[in-house]
């Protein structure tokens, strides 16, 4: 079986009195999706901020390669090859497409102390930065400025900064929210293609997305996994489709 | 992200202008702009840490104050020489920037400005109220650093022309170094944190570690101006690291333009020009200083140099 990449047991996050997240148990192995949906305020996002380092959990253990990695600072997560994307886009507005994808791809340098050499000069972040744009479908939107870019490229340009760390775990927090349908299916086939030599945690409203890459399912209700499997055994699941699948569907 | 070719040509125009200020120039004025420039190395500083990288300190003067008490004490009775004595009371400065900085970079907005502040008012009344510096008189400067090279000296400290000239020198090399670091890849972990730093360290980078290296880099830069006040005054006083200091520093590079470097270098000339003018001309000069800086923060919300520069460096990215 594929690597284990990520790993949590019993992870938790309360905020005040609010159980944001309450023993989350999952995994993830490279080469395959494991997609997290749930109605919202479900505690999807605050789970993926606690695997990215963003947010330290109340409780719980967090592992990467096999390694504790919980409440490890979110620059030493992103280090030891863990990307994220934002659901609310994260960019760099005053900065071009290219030049976001640039600053993400030089957090790759052994360092960024460096005073003197300009930016432009060090050929293999550009080299990564451009494959990121390409890969994301923006390859010929690279000097426009991330302001300027419509909502759609604004989300691609939030993919693209995510890989040009290189990660080798991905945390994609509803990647496809208010793209449109060509942009979307595009970033399905990215995620398809992504899969082969990433381990993917992916948190989407997008049912028909969700289905068509997913190859295990876990369903959060209030914080809690409500049911976790393959995509089959979730759709056949009758707790599931009252929850969540069946009657008022999901937004987006 | 080149300078708009209005505020390169402006720059230019001021470089040689200040170049040939000197034929025309009378004593007076020569020792003004050389305060002027002095001051826009000051601004120039801060605008690294204020404009570039999001931290606002209200407490800079420490660093120029304390590179000035360095040469004070060590020049006070004979002279120094100017090539171990700048680059160690900027060491001084820089060192002192280190270990402040490692404790007031834990806290963030309004904070940040609380013990910036802080810090610089302690080190004020220790200076002020410790025997050995002078108290509140000051520390004078008897004899100016000396410069010479191999037995041959370019200039004489002593000579305001050539004090002109040196600082004119330092303040464009300050310009240079801290236009090239902006450029640099170091230069963009700074725009990023100012712009949004959790981003940043998701992306990840140890923002804490580029910052601390920024607030050294000011704190030298600053060093360099406090130092060459000493030389050209003669005297250091308390009031030079008080939040008096930092206060007109900030307002220099507000005035100007955060973050566009040649902005507050403007921002200092219009600044000290306008107190002068102001200030032959009636005795509430300082109410028409106020009147003008509130004026431009209202309607050049940019600052003066947006009069030639459309937006400053990285855009005006509140991520
Ligand atoms: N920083 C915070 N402080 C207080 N409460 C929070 C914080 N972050 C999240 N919450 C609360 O925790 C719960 C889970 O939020 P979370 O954002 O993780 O949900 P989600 O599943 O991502 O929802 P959505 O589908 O709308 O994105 C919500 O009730 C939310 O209000
Ligand atoms: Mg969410």
């Known amino acids: ?252 | 992200m080149e300078a708009p070719r209005a505020l390169r040509l402006l720059l230019g125009l001021i470089l040689i202008g200040l170049v040939l200020f000197p034929l025309v120039g009378e004593r007076f004025y020569i020792q003004y702009a050389t305060k002027i420039m002095i001051m826009a190395i000051f601004a120039m500083s801060l605008d690294l840490l204020v404009g570039y990288t999001g931290l606002v300190s209200l407490g800079h003067a420490l660093y120029y104050g304390i590179a000035g008490y360095a040469l004070a004490m060590v020049g006070g009775d004979a002279a120094v020489s100017l090539w171990w004595s700048l680059p160690g009371a900027m060491l001084v400065s820089a060192l002192a920037a280190l270990v402040v900085g490692a404790l007031v970079l834990r806290t963030t907005g309004i904070y940040f400005i609380m013990v910036t502040l802080a810090f610089a008012q302690m080190m004020y009344f220790f200076i002020r109220d410790s025997n050995d510096f002078g108290g509140s008189d000051g520390k004078y400067l008897d004899a100016k650093p000396t410069l010479s090279l191999l037995g041959w000296t370019p200039l004489d400290l002593g000579n305001p022309l050539h004090r002109y000239y040196l600082t004119l020198a330092l303040a464009l090399a300050t310009y240079v170094l801290l236009r090239t670091v902006l450029r640099s890849a170091f230069g963009r972990v700074l725009i990023g944190i100012r712009d949004n730093e959790p981003r940043m360290r998701s992306l990840g980078f140890p923002t804490f570690r580029y910052k601390l290296a920024c607030f050294v880099l000011a704190g030298a830069l600053a060093g360099l101006a406090g130092y060459l006040t000493v030389v050209q005054d003669g005297i250091m006083n308390p009031e030079q690291l008080g939040w008096h200091r930092s206060g007109e520093a900030l307002v220099m590079v507000i005035l100007g333009g955060m973050g566009t470097l040649a902005g507050p270098a403007l921002g200092a000339g219009a600044l000290m020009l306008l107190e002068l003018v102001f200030s032959i001309w009636t005795k509430y000069w300082q109410l028409l200083l106020g009147g003008f800086i509130i004026a431009v923060v209202l309607f050049l919300p940019g600052g003066l140099g947006s009069l030639f520069a459309r937006r400053r460096d990285g855009g005006a990215g509140h991520g």
């Open chain 1, 1 to 252: 079986m594929a690597e284990l990449a990520l790993r949590t047991e019993g992870l938790s996050r309360s905020f005040g009195g609010l159980a944001a997240v309450s023993g989350v148990t999952l995994e993830c192995r490279s080469g395959s999706v494991h997609a997290v949906i749930g109605p919202n305020g479900a505690g999807k996002t605050t789970l993926i901020n606690m695997l990215s380092g963003d947010l330290a959990p109340s409780a719980g253990r967090n592992e990467l390669f096999g390694e504790d990695v919980t409440g490890l600072p979110p620059e030493r997560v992103s280090q030891r090859g863990v990307g994220r994307s934002y659901q609310k886009t994260n960019i760099f507005l005053g900065f071009s497409a290219f030049e976001n994808c640039r600053l993400a791809a030089q957090s790759r340098l052994p360092s960024s102390m460096r005073l003197f050499r300009r930016v432009e000069r060090y050929h293999q972040v550009n080299a990564a930065a451009a494959r990121a744009l390409a890969a994301a479908g923006l390859g010929d939107r690279g000097d426009v400025p991330a302001a300027a870019l419509s909502h759609g490229e604004q989300r691609q340009l939030e993919i693209a900064m995510t890989l040009a760390t290189a990660p080798r775990v991905l945390l994609l927090d509803e990647p496809l929210a208010g793209m449109g349908a060509e942009e979307s299916g595009r970033m399905v086939a990215l995620i398809r293609a992504l899969k082969d030599r990433h381990a993917i945690l992916l948190v989407e409203h997008d049912m028909d997305a969700v289905f068509a890459v997913a190859d295990v399912l876990t369903v959060m209700v209030n914080g809690a996994v409500l049911a976790s499997g393959r995509p089959s055994e979730i759709r056949a699941n009758r707790e599931v489709q009252q929850a969540y699948l069946g009657g008022e569907d999901a937004h987006g």
